[in-house]
């Protein structure tokens, strides 16, 4: 016995040197890593909201809220991780000593409880996961496309389950070593009276069974038992400390810190208004400082080294679970976009390069260049131009990252050298840009044009200027936007937007041709000069006219206005259209009446992203539906924070899509499948794209033998329009 207590003293002790010294190693080369970025200012502070923030995160798991199962399973290994240290910590000196427990707190009832219902907690959470795993995992002898389907195409499979699998071994012995414990103490009679459910509560029974074996029978199971444990969480030390890209082990320790570090400490995931462009001091750029600007600044990020720290941090963190590819509307239409793809891309880019950069800049008193740096993203290949381009923002990916990964950020930061720096952009976006420069709009009609939704109206639209003095005279300032002036569909929503407030009896203006693009699809397309050159214009017009609070039908205006302008000084108060007439419809000053013909309609509603899952809107849409009679709601299958993307956003209004299934026939076909009449929507550009959609998907199933034939072609309208239809008749 004491020979063998020996050698496994000897083993631990090699195995535990050995392992820390390795995973400090990873550690310092994660560090290295990440400082290789820009600063990102604001991070830290403030101490005290971040950390309940976190706290809340951890316990809370709230990323995890349509997953119930595998919420309770990650949570329990979650929490098993730094309790179940406590018997790695008991482990060494039961090597030494198989009756030894932890000084004060090792027989502790309500610790010696939490372990154990923790312990086996993780235990049936770990098998559920493996389980998970091998269940939707990519299988190699079904077609490509097939495989794409699952979250875990793409990661590495080899990782995942090396690290499940020390997790069950870990929490077996952790068990096992309960049970011997129980059984060795009932032996010993200065030790008999821990020998009960008391201190044993759920491993008691276990124990039990070991109650014929001979006392150095039990010690040597335990020195074994407590051995095992101890290598096997070592070699687990090695592995990932060799491996510093291996994110499935390492976002135990980084994601706590990349929570904490997260754009907003209110708990906010990263989406609504983007990151400002900044400076390699990390302060934001704005026109009127570019000639103060170095002759060789970088504007965005076209190197790794131009990201900033914590987007490094959220390459190294991320997990490989695939839930934002699950939930990524390009890569589900056929599309090379997945978020988790570029991520894991620009991880192995950034490691592979950090070490070069930073002997860099420690001084190595080389005066060449050093060819590591500045290697373009895009065109070294790390990053698919068609990667790049596919993405439509809609923030899938940064609501679904139980790691809080800033996906669009990174894209956009990306997207913004290209087109600053590099003048790499579509061809379709060169016609926008231009467009938006000469016109004021992506449609690159002229401004006197602005108005013309309002002819035919039995009153008069009062334009501030002209009609009214200023927009402190009216109760709201009705912003337009391009495509309410501009496109036909829209043009509608626009027009009953107008009459309703005109029944409700809610004063209104509009700007006319003062109005220009907000230079939404600027910014999402890189072009943050021409963003700022817009909203500048706008905020300046915005406060001539006295504007205090605005209606907006476009969720892009919205989100713009109410949420990007403060960051070039314009702050206004902002409601989308939905939510002032579900006000106006509460407050009965709009009332609906029932169809003539008492029949039921069924209508299915289409969140758009930058409403509902860029500023949480989703109530009031459905609100309004409720309200009116004879409407019968039937939800898609992705709705709320699950809501698939209609295509437009990113710009990619103005793009085509040349890969793969278009993003709109897609979720127009979802839609069409509840069997709806009315496919409603609160955003332009949704109604378009839908409405496209749905003609294409009509177009494709002519055939009487296509089941969607069967179904029928709804109609794509606002809710505005829907509300009009029924207000009129009253």
């Given at each position: 016995m004491d020979l063998l207590r020996g050698v496994c003293l000897a083993l631990v002790v090699v195995a535990t040197v050995g392992g820390v010294a390795v995973f400090v190693r990873g550690v310092m080369r994660i560090v290295a890593t990440v400082r290789i970025g820009r600063p990102a200012p604001g991070r830290f502070a403030p101490v005290g909201p971040r950390l309940g923030m976190l706290l809340r995160e951890l316990i809370g798991h709230g990323r995890f809220q349509h997953k119930p199962a595998v919420r309770v399973a990650h949570w329990a290994v979650m929490v098993s991780f730094p309790l179940l240290f406590l018997t790695l910590v008991s482990g060494y000196g039961q090597v030494a000593d198989p009756s030894y427990g932890l000084p004060v707190i090792g027989h502790l009832p309500p610790l010696e409880w939490a372990i154990e219902a923790i312990a086996w907690l993780s235990l049936f959470g770990i098998i559920g996961l493996i389980r998970l795993r091998l269940r939707i995992r990519p299988r190699a002898d079904r077609p490509e496309a097939e495989q794409r389907r699952s979250r875990f195409f793409g990661s590495n499979q080899a990782q995942a389950y090396f690290v499940e699998a020390t997790v069950l071994l870990v929490v077996a012995a952790a068990l096992t070593l309960r049970g011997l414990e129980y059984a060795l103490a009932s032996q010993d009679p200065a030790t008999e009276h821990l020998a009960s459910a008391w201190?044993?509560?759920?491993?008691?029974?276990?124990?039990?069974?070991?109650?014929?074996?001979?006392?150095?029978?039990?010690?040597?199971?335990?020195?074994?038992?407590?051995?095992?444990?101890?290598?096997?969480?070592?070699?687990?030390?090695?592995?990932?400390?060799?491996?510093?890209?291996?994110?499935?082990?390492?976002h135990r320790f980084l994601a706590v810190v990349n929570v904490y570090a997260r754009r907003t400490s209110d708990g906010r995931p990263a989406l609504g208004p983007l990151m400002p462009l900044a400076g390699p001091d990390g302060s934001p750029i704005d026109l009127?400082?570019?000639?103060?600007?170095?002759?060789?600044?970088?504007?965005?990020?076209g190197a790794v080294e131009d990201l900033t720290?914590?987007?490094?941090?959220?390459?190294?963190?991320?997990?490989?679970?695939?839930?934002?590819?699950?939930?990524?509307?390009?890569?589900?239409?056929?599309?090379?976009?997945?978020?988790?793809?570029?991520?894991?891309?620009?991880?192995?880019?950034?490691?592979?390069?950090?070490?070069?950069?930073?002997?860099?800049?420690?001084?190595?008193?080389?005066?060449?260049?050093?060819?590591?740096?500045?290697?373009?993203?895009?065109?070294?290949?790390?990053?698919?131009?068609?990667?790049?381009?596919?993405?439509?923002?809609?923030?899938?990916?940064?609501?679904?990252?139980?790691?809080?990964?800033?996906?669009?950020?990174?894209?956009?930061?990306?997207?913004?050298?290209?087109?600053?720096?590099?003048?790499?952009?579509?061809?379709?976006?060169?016609?926008?840009?231009?467009?938006?420069?000469?016109?004021?709009?992506?449609?690159?009609?002229?401004?006197?044009?602005?108005?013309?939704?309002?002819?035919?109206?039995?009153?008069?639209?009062?334009?501030?200027?002209?009609?009214?003095?200023?927009?402190?005279?009216?109760?709201?300032?009705?912003?337009?936007?391009?495509?309410?002036?501009?496109?036909?569909?829209a043009k509608k929503t626009t027009r009953a937007v107008a009459e309703l407030l005109h029944i409700a009896g809610v004063s209104f203006a509009v700007l006319g041709d003062g109005e220009t693009c907000t230079g939404d699809p600027a910014r999402r397309a890189g072009n943050e000069l021409l963003y700022q050159m817009l909203a500048a214009q706008n905020v300046e017009t915005l406060n001539e006219v006295g504007a205090q609070r605005i209606v907006v039908t476009c969720a892009h205006c919205f989100n713009t206005i109410s949420r990007e302008y403060p960051q070039v000084g314009g702050?206004?108060?902002?409601?989308?259209?939905?939510?002032?007439?579900?006000?106006?419809?509460?407050?009965?000053?709009?009332?609906?009446?029932?169809?003539?013909?008492?029949?039921?309609?069924?209508?299915?509603?289409?969140?758009?992203?930058?409403?509902?899952?860029?500023?949480?809107?989703?109530?009031?849409?459905?609100?309004?539906?409720?309200?009116?009679?004879?409407?019968?709601?039937?939800?898609?299958?992705?709705n709320k924070e699950m809501s698939f993307c209609c295509g437009a956003g990113g710009a990619r209004m103005w793009m085509e899509e040349s890969i793969g299934t278009r993003i709109s026939t897609t979720r127009a076909a979802e839609a069409v499948a509840t069997g709806a009449d009315v496919i409603a929507t609160a955003c332009p550009y949704c109604t378009v794209m839908l409405s496209d959609g749905v003609a294409a998907g009509a177009a494709a199933a002519a055939s009487p033998a296509d089941p969607r034939a069967q179904v029928g072609v709804p109609e794509v309208a606002d809710i505005a329009v829907l509300l009009l239809d029924r207000v009129r008749r009253s």
């Open positions: 201190h044993f509560p759920l491993t008691a029974w276990y124990g039990g069974l070991w109650s014929g074996a001979s006392t150095s029978v039990l010690e040597t199971a335990i020195v074994v038992t407590a051995t095992v444990k101890i290598l096997v969480s070592m070699s687990w030390f090695v592995v990932v400390g060799l491996q510093p890209t291996m994110g499935v082990a390492w009127n400082a570019l000639e103060d600007l170095p002759d060789d600044v970088r504007l965005g990020a720290w914590k987007a490094l941090l959220d390459v190294s963190t991320c997990t490989e679970c695939g839930r934002c590819q699950d939930q990524c509307p390009a890569w589900a239409t056929g599309k090379p976009l997945s978020p988790k793809l570029f991520t894991l891309a620009l991880r192995d880019h950034a490691a592979a390069t950090a070490p070069y950069l930073q002997a860099t800049r420690a001084g190595s008193g080389e005066t060449e260049p050093d060819p590591h740096a500045g290697i373009d993203l895009v065109a070294s290949g790390v990053i698919d131009p068609d990667v790049l381009w596919a993405c439509t923002t809609c923030g899938a990916c940064v609501q679904q990252c139980p790691v809080d990964i800033e996906h669009v950020d990174t894209i956009l930061d990306i997207r913004r050298y290209q087109v600053l720096m590099e003048s790499a952009f579509p061809n379709e976006l060169g016609g926008a840009f231009t467009k938006l420069e000469r016109q004021g709009n992506p449609w690159g009609l002229p401004a006197r044009a602005r108005l013309d939704w309002a002819k035919g109206l039995d009153f008069e639209v009062p334009v501030v200027g002209a009609d009214v003095e200023s927009a402190a005279d009216v109760d709201y300032l009705f912003w337009v936007g391009c495509a309410g002036a501009y496109e036909d569909r702050r206004f108060e902002v409601v989308h259209h939905t939510e002032l007439l579900d006000t106006l419809v509460a407050d009965g000053r709009l009332v609906p009446t029932a169809a003539p013909e008492a029949s039921t309609t069924t209508v299915t509603y289409h969140d758009p992203c930058y409403l509902g899952r860029h500023n949480q809107i989703y109530s009031p849409p459905r609100e309004l539906l409720g309200a009116l009679p004879g409407v019968e709601l039937a939800e898609m299958p992705r």
